[in-house]
Structures are given as C-alpha cells and as structure tokens.
C-alpha cells in the first residue's frame, strides 16, 4: 500500500511523513518492500513515546502478517505473525488453554514492537515480555531471511529479543505461554509511607503488585493479583478516566492553596471503590488508557529506587503544581537479553506521565538526573535523552550489540535519526 500520508504516534507527539507505507500481507510482498526501501523504520501499534518509528523512507506495517501459525500445546509454545496485536493473541491463546506469563498495562501493542522495546507488567519473578520470546523469524536489511531460535543460536537470540527493530523486520515470533490461568485482583487506597515501607513484602507476597503514587494526596492506590482457582465474578466498569480527569479539575480549583488540595485529594483518593475481583489473567491484567499522556520510565536497581522515588515526589510537589498524572512503580524479574534494562537483576521501574507541553522539558531537566544517579536504565519506548557514550555504560553487551547491528545492517538502512543517537551512527535526512 505505497502512499504519502503523515504517521503520528499514539501520544501524538512524534510524527513522520514516510515517502511509503507499506502493509505487506505476506513473506514475498515483505522482501520486495525491504529490497526497494532505501531507508526503512518498522511500525507496531505506534504505542512508543520515544521517536523510535519515524523516518522520511519506507515505514512498514505488518498487521496483515497478523495471527497464531503454529501451537504446541504440549511445549506450550506458539508461532505467531510479527504483526500480532496482545490483545488478538490473549483470547487465541486462551482458546487453547493457554497464556502469556505477564503483560503491562495495556495489551494494543504488536507482540513484536512490545518486545522491541523490553515492555514489561509488574511482579518480582516476571520477566519483561521478550524475555519469553524462544524463537524470531527476521528479515534483514539486505534481504536475508533468517530463523533464530534459542536452541540453535542463543546468543543472537538474546540479541534479537530487545532490538529496538535495529536487526531487521520480524515477521515472526515464538513465545513461550503456560497454562491459562485465573488471578484475584485487590485494589485499594493507602498512606505513601506504609505503602513504601511493606512494598518489599508485597512484592514477594503477590504473583503481580504494583503502587500509584497520587501527587499531592500523600496517598497511593496499590494492585494486587494472586493466581486463584475460584470462579469468575462480575466486574464493574473502569473509573480510572473519571479518576483521572477528577483529579485535574481538583488541580484547577486549589492551584493555589496546595494543603487544601492535599487535604481533598487525600479524602477523594481514599473514597475510590476498591476492587476485588477474580478473572481470566489477560482480562485483570490489561487496561485502556484513554487519556492522552507522555512517559519517561526508568528502571532501578531495587536498592536505589524507592529513596529515588522519595526524591521524586518532592521535587514534583515543590516545583510543579500542575502535575496531577499519578506516578506508577512497578518490579521487573531480571533476564538476559543484551539490551533489555532487567539484564543482570531484578528492577523497579517509576513511570511519570505528562500531560502539559513544557512538562517534558522539566522532566528531562529535573527528574531523569534523579534517575540517572540511581542507577536506572530508561525504557526504550519512553522519553529519555540518553546516546551511545550513556548506553554503552549501562549495558555489558552493548558493544557486541552494535557489532551485530553493523553486520546485519552494514548500510544503515535501518537507522533513523533516534537510533543513530543510541547508536553513536552518523544520521543525514
Ligand atoms: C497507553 C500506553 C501504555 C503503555 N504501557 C506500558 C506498560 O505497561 N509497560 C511497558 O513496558 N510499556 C508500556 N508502554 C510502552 C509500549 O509498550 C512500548 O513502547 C511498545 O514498544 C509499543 O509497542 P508497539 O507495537 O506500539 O511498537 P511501536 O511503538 O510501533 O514500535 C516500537 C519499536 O519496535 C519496532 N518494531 C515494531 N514492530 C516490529 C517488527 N515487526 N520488526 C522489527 N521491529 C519492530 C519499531 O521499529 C520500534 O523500534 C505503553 C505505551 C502506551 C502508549
């Protein structure tokens, strides 16, 4: 589907104007767009808010090489298209008595683009998404179609499993599933300060926990999900919108008295109904976000990051009133994929989400140095400043990384002017 059309991302605030868009529909059609392209970026859902997708070549598209191919119930593995959306897949693998092992807040991404970037749900033994990936189907820049699996080449699958769409298009995935399961979901209001102080125990207690901090309240809305074989229970629809947008009007009307808003906000955030509910994993895991926001998430060391997080929220209340979005802290299990932030060791990750045009800036300015001198990696699909000379620091395999780039990738077709900073490549659009 050769066509000059503007590409935005889900945020809205990255954009391209692509010479092409192509949709191949199948494996022929692929090779021929990749061999024409003469500079190629890869698009998934378009859920990242870092400029990963832009280009002024060829952005390709799979979702019409979408689908579960192959099942092995036994193995509990499965082949799918690399256009496969989370959300198509959940509901096929459950027709099969199978589930992913974890998933993030939401399930809109392609199986591909979320592993591209590490993208990851919460619980202390629950690796990132590729790190359940076993296998990738991989059409490189110069046309070569190879299957890498982890039997037959560990390390370049390791490689492959977070590649930032830096090794080639995949057009197929192998991941492994278990059986489907049910979880329990609690959630409820809390104190900062005892949320901080038993979050350890949490985490080792619950399958999944995960804390909002709301800013300016003192309270926090925690999550729970424990494996449960009881039976399904109604669930009532999401409030988290109306929440959201409560707390912005809250923010309007006491801008200007910040102990009164502490004191409404603390009472609205313990009048929010907790839930407790059971349901099928991919159900309770997975939410819609439907008000627009921007993200930088950092990753941790688990030592660092609840001080980190301390530090945070005060230079947030001390410095910008405006700032309503709740602040999310999660744990990651850790993995060996070269460039996945868990790589060596478990990690807490705090996502800010931001809301106002100049809230980005401050973010980058005042709050990733925070992060930085925690030890933190930065997710690779939300905001950070960091280039090659910072990456190569942060991860023991970045050199082998970018050797393997400049095998599959000799020309650079595949950079972009983001990547060629996380690379250290020269860029000319
Ligand atoms: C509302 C919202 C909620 C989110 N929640 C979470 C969360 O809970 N946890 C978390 O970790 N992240 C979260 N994210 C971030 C998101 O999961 C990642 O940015 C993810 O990469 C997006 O997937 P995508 O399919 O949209 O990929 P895109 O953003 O389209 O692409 C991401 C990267 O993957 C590459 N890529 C995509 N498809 C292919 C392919 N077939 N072959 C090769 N490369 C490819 C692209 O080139 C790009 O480099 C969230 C984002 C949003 C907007």
């Not at 590409?7 to 692929?30: F, M, V």
């Not at 901090?213 to 109604?234: K, L, N, Q, R, V």
Request: hydrophobic content about 40%; glycine content about 8%.
């Amino acid at each position: 589907m050769p066509l000059l059309s503007e590409w935005r991302n889900w945020s809205g605030h990255q954009s391209a104007l692509p010479c092409r868009l192509e949709q191949p529909g199948d494996p022929e059609s692929l090779h021929e767009a990749v061999a024409e392209a003469r500079r190629l970026r890869v698009v998934g859902a378009g859920h990242s808010f870092t400029p990963l997708v832009p280009t002024d070549g060829t952005l390709i598209n799979l979702d019409c090489m979408a689908g579960v191919h192959e099942v092995d119930v036994r193995a509990r593995t499965a082949w799918v298209g690399g256009g496969s959306r989370l959300r198509d897949l959940s509901p096929a693998f459950h027709e099969q008595g199978l589930a992913f092992n974890n998933l993030g807040d939401i399930d809109a991404q392609s199986l591909a683009g979320a592993v591209a970037t590490a993208t990851h749900g919460t619980g202390r033994n629950l690796p990132c998404l590729a790190a359940d990936i076993t296998g990738v189907r991989l059409l490189t820049a110069a046309g070569e179609d190879l299957t890498i699996t982890q039997e037959e080449d560990s390390d370049r699958l390791r490689a492959a499993q977070v590649s930032l769409g830096a090794l080639g298009v995949i057009h197929g995935l192998r991941v492994a599933l278990r059986p489907s399961f049910r979880l329990h979901r609690r959630t409820w209001a809390e104190p900062l300060g005892s949320i901080i102080a038993d979050a350890a125990a949490r985490w080792e207690r619950h399958r999944n926990f995960e804390f909002f901090y709301i800013p300016f309240s003192g309270w926090g809305m925690c999550i729970a999900h424990d494996e449960t074989a009881a039976a399904p229970t109604e669930r009532a629809p999401s409030t988290d919108d109306e929440d959201l947008m409560k707390a912005k009007r809250l923010r309007d009307l006491t801008r200007w008295c910040t102990p009164l808003r502490r004191a409404i906000l603390s009472r609205v955030v313990r009048g929010v109904t907790p839930e407790d509910v059971v349901g099928d994993s991919w159900r309770l895991l997975a939410s819609e976000r439907n008000v627009r926001f921007n993200e930088m998430e950092y990753h941790l060391p688990p030592e660092n990051a609840l001080d980190a997080l301390r530090e945070v929220i005060e230079v947030v209340e001390r410095e910008r009133r405006d700032v309503f979005f709740p602040i999310e802290v999660r744990q990651t299990a850790g993995d060996d994929a070269w460039l996945s932030p868990f790589n060596g060791g478990r990690r807490i990750s705090i996502a800010m989400h931001t809301h106002a045009p100049d809230e980005d800036e401050w973010l980058f300015r005042r709050v990733e140095p925070i992060f930085r001198r925690a030890g933190g990696r930065p997710h690779w699909g939300k905001l950070h400043s960091l280039g090659a000379p910072e990456l190569a620091e942060l991860y023991p395999n970045f050199e082998r990384f970018l050797t393997l780039r400049r095998e599959l990738d000799p020309n650079n077709k595949l950079v972009n002017a983001h990547t060629a900073r996380l690379w250290g490549e020269p860029h000319h659009d």
